[in-house]
């Protein structure tokens, strides 16, 4: 018989603490959707996803039910849309977009990713008009998210896809400023991308995955800084770090259920769980006050990096046992407007981006839901991917770009997007002109890193 | 399949009783109860079986929420899994 304690620790948990699995995606290939007419191409596409995920959303539901596990999204990522393209040249990419959002409001997920391109050695044919698109794709619909990977450990850095989203960040903030400029929120730039991401803007289906298959993204920073501010007074940094990993593996075994259960309701195979810990606007839901509460006055102040190198490799050492398959981002992550606290520490100054920059290193992802003034260049959203990409090319890990031009605001100023997106102050950026360097185009070669074999 | 019905609130009379009614009338089995009561904070936990329920599941949460209403307590029914594969290696 399970223990009292334990039955009541789990209901708090959910409770109290905003545990919650964050989504569930199901991955769906589009590699025999190709075709060289486009409006049959997106016809395909359309059916497809729809047939594969016609119950996505009712047997999240249904889990939902029985398990009395908050499963906040369910989602869907497919093939990179620069692949499904390639075939249609001279036409406009933009309709697979329209028939991803179609199949999302038919279906009743929160987002659907993959209008992306896989870039980080070079165009291939159907990448340079999908990356074009991008900006016009992301305003004109709802749902779709997209995400370009520029560089890689292996392949190095490709500076003029570089040099180019530099423009496309910028165009899609402007072409939606109307709106927040909410379309820079579901574009993300990637260096060495996942290829069984769960999580937006930047889950894509990668091309050595199954045809289909079920990725499970768990959350739950206010459990572990639950966990610290109940027991951790007075304890050192190796218990802090024991306290971290034996929460995260209840967390994420909360995740391989969810996972198996869906996979076997909808007759998918099971992928990989994320072991994310993924923050949200909810007061308590926030990786920056986990590592207030492990003793920093406020996040951002020095000593923010070695608390979250330790946060990060404590949840991955935590959930590594919990789950049968580890993949994803996994760690901790750090977007800034998604998370009360980093607000907060935006907010008074204390954290700004070039803190957020080195903290990148040690955590799963990278610059994140970062909101800049409105005048930055096109060249300086560059740089800014460019040394992003760097960190990521040299640790042989993933880091991304997600930057939120704020058309018409300056320094200071708040940018509102509402829901799981939260709010961010606009932050100010770094002077100097790094225009010659960006417009050199070329690549950064491969590190020694890369030459394993 | 098994369920966890927790009740956790304030003491009052006829917490168990009321639960066991609405378990009862849905043809659910109790297979085992714990209860305690630490100062007047009420917390009960039943293992229920819930395969031969004459209702959905999402009926009985509904009729067991009810109950929590009207004794002003909180109720929970969840899979039993969910805890095991928590709380257990």
């Given at each position: 018989?399970?223990?009292?304690?334990?039955?009541?620790?789990?209901?708090?948990?959910?409770?109290?603490?905003?545990?919650?699995?964050?989504?569930?995606?199901?991955?769906?290939?589009?590699?025999?959707?190709?075709?060289?007419?486009?409006?049959?191409?997106?016809?395909?596409?359309?059916?497809?996803?729809?047939?594969?995920?016609?119950?996505?959303?009712?047997?999240?539901?249904?889990?939902?039910?029985?398990?009395?596990?908050?499963?906040?999204?369910?989602?869907?990522?497919?093939?990179?849309?620069?692949?499904?393209?390639?075939?249609?040249?001279?036409?406009?990419?933009?309709?697979?977009?329209?028939?991803?959002?179609?199949?999302?409001?038919?279906?009743?997920?929160?987002?659907?990713?993959?209008?992306?391109?896989?870039?980080?050695?070079?165009?291939?044919?159907?990448?340079?008009?999908?990356?074009?698109?991008?900006?016009?794709?992301?305003?004109?619909?709802?749902?779709?998210?997209?995400?370009?990977?520029?560089?890689?450990?292996?392949?190095?850095?490709?500076?003029?896809?570089?040099?180019?989203?530099?423009?496309?960040?910028?165009?899609?903030a402007?072409?939606t400023a109307?709106r927040n400029c909410i379309g820079a929120a579901?574009?993300?730039?990637?260096?060495?991308?996942?290829?069984?991401?769960?999580?937006?803007?930047?889950?894509?289906?990668?091309?050595?995955?199954?045809?289909?298959?079920?990725?499970?993204?768990?959350?739950?920073?206010?459990?572990?800084?639950?966990?610290?501010?109940?027991?951790?007074?007075?304890?050192?940094?190796?218990?802090?770090?024991?306290?971290?990993?034996?929460?995260?593996?209840?967390?994420?075994?909360?995740?391989?259920?969810?996972?198996?259960?869906?996979?076997?309701?909808?007759?998918?195979?099971?992928?990989?769980?994320?072991?994310?810990?993924?923050?949200?606007?909810?007061?308590?839901?926030?990786?920056?006050?986990?590592?207030?509460?492990?003793?920093?006055?406020?996040?951002?102040?020095?000593?923010?990096?070695?608390?979250?190198?330790?946060?990060?490799?404590?949840?991955?050492?935590?959930?590594?046992?919990?789950?049968?398959?580890?993949?994803?981002?996994?760690?901790?992550?750090?977007?800034?407007?998604?998370?009360?606290?980093?607000?907060?520490?935006?907010?008074?100054?204390?954290?700004?981006?070039?803190?957020?920059?080195?903290?990148?290193?040690?955590?799963?992802?990278?610059?994140?839901?970062?909101?800049?003034?409105?005048?930055?260049?096109?060249?300086?959203?560059?740089?800014?991917?460019?040394?992003?990409?760097?960190?990521?090319?040299?640790?042989?890990?993933?880091?991304?770009?997600?930057?939120i031009p704020a058309i018409?605001?300056?320094?200071?100023?708040?940018l509102?997007?509402?829901?799981?997106?939260?709010?961010?102050?606009?932050?100010?950026?770094?002077?100097?002109?790094?225009?010659?360097?960006?417009?050199?185009?070329?690549?950064?070669?491969?590190?020694?890193?890369?030459?394993?074999? | 399949?098994?369920?966890?019905?927790?009740?956790?609130?304030?003491?009052?009379?006829?917490?168990?009783?009321?639960?066991?009614?609405?378990?009862?009338?849905?043809?659910?089995?109790?297979?085992?109860?714990?209860?305690?009561?630490?100062?007047?904070?009420?917390?009960?936990?039943?293992?229920?079986?819930?395969?031969?329920?004459?209702?959905?599941?999402?009926?009985?949460?509904?009729?067991?929420?009810?109950?929590?209403?009207?004794?002003?307590?909180?109720?929970?029914?969840?899979?039993?899994?969910?805890?095991?594969?928590?709380?257990?290696?």
């Open positions: 018989m399970l223990e009292t304690k334990d039955i009541l620790e789990t209901i708090n948990m959910i409770d109290n603490e905003n545990l919650d699995v964050r989504t569930i995606t199901m991955g769906i290939s589009l590699l025999d959707c190709l075709d060289e007419d486009i409006d049959k191409a997106c016809a395909k596409v359309y059916d497809k996803i729809c047939r594969n995920a016609k119950d996505l959303v009712k047997t999240g539901e249904d889990i939902e039910r029985e398990y009395g596990i908050p499963i906040i999204n369910k989602r869907i990522s497919v093939t990179p849309i620069g692949m499904v393209a390639a075939p249609c040249q001279s036409k406009n990419p933009v309709k697979f977009a329209y028939a991803l959002d179609k199949a999302a409001k038919e279906l009743g997920v929160n987002f659907i990713g993959g209008y992306s391109a896989l870039v980080q050695k070079g165009f291939s044919s159907g990448d340079y008009a999908l990356i074009e698109s991008i900006p016009q794709a992301l305003s004109e619909t709802d749902f779709v998210c997209s995400s370009v990977n520029i560089g890689s450990t292996k392949a190095g850095i490709n500076m003029d896809a570089v040099k180019m989203m530099g423009g496309i960040v910028k165009k899609t402007e072409i109307d579901k574009l993300v730039v990637f260096c060495n991308a996942p290829e069984d991401n769960p999580f937006m803007a930047g889950a894509f289906h990668g091309v050595g995955e199954a045809d289909t298959v079920i990725n499970v993204g768990v959350s739950g920073p206010g459990v572990v800084r639950a966990a610290l501010a109940k027991n951790g007074a007075g304890k050192d940094i190796t218990e802090i770090a024991d306290m971290v990993k034996k929460t995260a593996f209840k967390i994420t075994r909360m995740g391989q259920l969810v996972a198996k259960e869906a996979s076997k309701r909808l007759y998918v195979p099971f992928g990989i769980v994320d072991l994310s810990l993924a923050p949200t606007p909810a007061v308590g839901d926030s990786v920056a006050y986990i590592l207030e509460e492990m003793g920093l006055e406020t996040c951002g102040c020095h000593g923010t990096t070695a608390a979250l190198a330790l946060l990060n490799d404590a949840v991955k050492k935590g959930g590594v046992m919990a789950s049968s398959h580890v993949g994803g981002l996994s760690g901790a992550f750090i977007p800034v407007s998604e998370d009360a606290g980093m607000i907060a520490a935006a907010k008074c100054g204390r954290l700004d981006i070039t803190k957020l920059e080195s903290m990148t290193a040690v955590c799963s992802v990278g610059l994140d839901m970062i909101v800049v003034p409105g005048d930055i260049t096109p060249e300086m959203i560059s740089a800014i991917i460019a040394d992003e990409a760097a960190i990521g090319m040299v640790n042989t890990k993933t880091t991304a770009v997600r930057l018409g605001r300056k320094a200071g100023d708040m509102e997007f509402g829901g799981l997106l939260g709010s961010g102050p606009v932050m100010p950026v770094r002077d100097g002109s790094p225009d010659v360097f960006i417009h050199r185009g070329g690549r950064i070669p491969a590190p020694l890193q890369a030459l394993k074999n | 399949m098994k369920a966890i019905i927790t009740v956790i609130g304030k003491d009052t009379v006829g917490i168990l009783a009321k639960v066991s009614d609405t378990c009862a009338k849905a043809d659910v089995n109790i297979v085992e109860v714990t209860q305690s009561v630490l100062q007047d904070m009420f917390a009960m936990i039943m293992l229920v079986e819930i395969s031969k329920a004459n209702i959905g599941f999402e009926q009985l949460k509904e009729n067991l929420n009810r109950v929590g209403e009207e004794t002003a307590t909180k109720i929970h029914i969840m899979h039993e899994d969910i805890f095991n594969s928590m709380h257990k290696i």
